[in-house]
């Protein structure tokens, strides 16, 4: 929710159906039992029953586009998206796919991965669309061999079979047969991704797929593997359609109007594969491939498909609406696009800063009188993905809200903190080919255990909702035993560092104090030094303007410090980036806070020394 404006005027938001969810408590013991009064509706057994509702009921209307090589919209309708599921699936039928052999998706967002991946649900094959930086950016391929050898896929889709060739000789067995949109890889076994097409003959495809239903295993996505190896959650087609069935009934607006999304967020993640592509899918409307992401090199895509798009929602990260707020603030053009019919802004993945919240009220405020809803909510891959939205009554930075409908909520005591625990249709059975860990995730009643530290907004009134507090494994204890909550700390810091921060790592266990690894914005933090576009990140971390800053910053954050549990003693902006293929970084771009620790432990131990030259500490 948006924050309340000054001079304690309720601001004015543009119309939109939003549930407002009254919840159920229970106290039992020590757990607290939440859930929505408002039950979860009736919800198709499978999510391709939506593909063919809006192929009879709106055969033109498009569903999916993206840009071609010529600049122009190449679109799908609904009628041609049957057409070609139901052909590329019978094709299939012929690679002996199951769920023991299932298709492996290496390539990103693009048409043909959407069509593949419609077709094995067809089929009810399992398929599972894996990061392309395991194959692209990484060098040594753990990742994506753990993932072949887990999965043993019967078939493997890419692209561009050039682009992926070294990481498939490297990780595939020579039998896996692969299908490319182009391209070949010499000495395997290929197949063309247009020759699936045309098929008219689709009995058995269709048999296969009147055989599937709601425990059918839709895909596999794999975790981020923040601590370990990542982990396949297991995604059914009821998880699926009861999400969206849950997010329907709470945004309303989704039903009223065929929502129009121009999205970029990969679709090998939940948030943009389950949660965005489902929002299109299952409420009939448009999916925009945007090729571009929040980063300085590709941004200018994302801006160039608003200029031309009128999306109805706009889900993006934190750093999206970051980079978007600063291009609505100066172009008009791009206002009068984006403005036009948008109903509902939302943001996952991390917190959003609040300096960013208050420009993107201003900017909505002067060109529309009004503001745009901004929500957000807790959701994990293993709940595919939402659990609580911001539906509440409250308006402040970490809140979650309250409980969807079908989502039922357990807080318990662990190391401190009180765990988020969910249970409902939308969560996972398990993790594939994993019984250990899939039994060590779920409690005596069934509750999947997320590791999310919840809190109540207000004690007093715990019928307003929830606040996220951190994940329990990141906290720690000082060496004096004072205990530190990693995630409030660390986004009180990113926020407050705002724009010249991207992430921080708290460091360290068993110290006397906390240090902070910053890693910076390098571009904002180049132009604060007044260095040249040219200037290495050594010479713009090491400008006067610069360090001056971190130290104002850790004295404006210790004067607000409520003990030695958030007073920081040093800070140090890291030149060099997290990395991929060490582990420290997720393929979603989220720090791996342990990781980190481990493998700068040397440098940790200098800086405590105050043997590192790039130690700062505070100004006073």
Avoid at 13 to 42: F, K, N
Avoid at 332 to 346: H, P, S, T, V, Y
Avoid at 397 to 410: D, I, M, Q, R, T
Wanted: aromatic share 8%.
């Amino acid at each position: 929710m948006n924050s309340q404006s000054s001079g304690g005027v309720e601001p004015v938001y543009r119309p939109v159906s939003i549930g407002q969810s009254a919840v159920q408590l229970r106290q039992d013991g020590q757990a607290l039992y939440m859930q929505a009064l408002e039950p979860l509706q009736a919800y198709p057994q499978r999510l391709l029953d939506r593909l063919l509702r809006w192929a009879d009921e709106r055969p033109q209307q498009t569903f999916l586009a993206r840009r071609g090589a010529d600049g122009q919209w190449q679109r799908i309708s609904y009628a041609e998206m049957l057409g070609r599921v139901r052909s590329i699936a019978q094709g299939l039928l012929g690679f002996d796919l199951s769920v023991e052999r299932p298709l492996l998706i290496l390539s990103g967002n693009d048409l043909e991965h959407l069509q593949v991946a419609c077709a094995a649900l067809y089929l009810g094959v399992p398929y599972c669309p894996v990061s392309p930086a395991y194959s692209l950016v990484a060098q040594d391929y753990t990742k994506l061999e753990h993932i072949c050898m887990l999965l043993q896929p019967g078939l493997v889709f890419a692209a561009d079979g050039q682009a992926f060739a070294r990481a498939i000789e490297t990780v595939l067995p020579a039998a896996t047969p692969l299908l490319l949109t182009a391209g070949e890889v010499a000495g395997r076994e290929c197949h063309s991704f247009a020759s699936l097409l045309g098929v008219e003959a689709c009995n058995e495809a269709d048999a296969a797929f009147a055989a599937t239903g709601p425990d059918s295993i839709a895909k596999f996505l794999f975790t981020s593997g923040s601590t370990k190896l990542p982990k396949a959650v297991i995604t059914t087609q009821r998880m699926l359609c009861a999400n969206q069935q849950m997010l329907l009934q709470t945004f309303p607006v989704f039903g009223e109007a065929p929502p129009v999304l121009v999205d970029w967020l990969p679709w090998n993640h939940t948030f943009g594969g389950s949660h965005n592509v489902g929002i299109v899918l299952y409420n009939g409307g448009t999916l925009y491939i945007d090729d571009g992401k929040p980063t300085p090199q590709h941004f200018a895509e994302t801006l160039r498909n608003l200029r031309e798009i009128s999306p109805t929602a706009y889900l993006t990260v934190p750093k999206g609406w970051e980079e978007l707020v600063a291009a609505l603030e100066v172009d008009a053009e791009l206002r009068d696009m984006f403005f036009a019919q948008i109903k509902l802004f939302f943001f996952a993945g991390a917190g959003l800063s609040q300096a960013v919240w208050d420009r993107l009220d201003a900017v909505a405020e002067a060109h529309c009188g009004e503001r745009i809803r901004m929500m957000a909510g807790i959701g994990m891959t293993e709940t595919s993905p939402s659990c609580t939205f911001t539906t509440g009554p409250l308006a402040m930075a970490g809140y979650v809200g309250l409980p969807a409908p079908g989502c039922e909520v357990k807080l318990v005591p662990v190391d401190g903190k009180l765990e988020g625990r969910f249970r409902g249709p939308h969560v996972m059975p398990g993790y594939w080919r994993s019984p250990e860990q899939s039994a060590a995730v779920f409690d005596e009643e069934g509750f999947y255990c997320s590791g999310d530290a919840l809190k109540l907004a207000d004690p007093e009134h715990p019928e307003w909702g929830l606040m996220f507090d951190g994940r329990i494994a990141e906290d720690f204890k000082l060496n004096t035993g004072v205990f530190v909550s990693v995630g409030p700390l660390r986004t009180r810091v990113i926020m407050a560092g705002a724009p010249y921060i991207q992430d921080v790592v708290v460091t360290a266990p068993n110290r006397e104090c906390i240090g902070l690894l910053v890693f910076p914005q390098l571009p904002a933090c180049r132009e604060l030094a007044g260095l040249a576009p040219d200037a290495s990140a050594e010479q713009v971390l090491a400008a006067p303007r610069v360090r001056a800053w971190l130290g104002e910053l850790l004295e404006h954050l210790n004067v607000h410090a409520t003990g030695s549990a958030s007073r920081l003693a040093w800070a140090c902006l890291m030149s060099e980036p997290p990395s991929l293929d060490k582990g420290e970084v997720t393929d979603k771009g989220s720090l791996n806070q342990r990781v980190i620790l481990s493998c700068r432990a040397e440098r940790i131990e200098a800086l405590y020394q105050g043997a590192d030259p790039q130690r700062v500490t505070a100004e006073r």
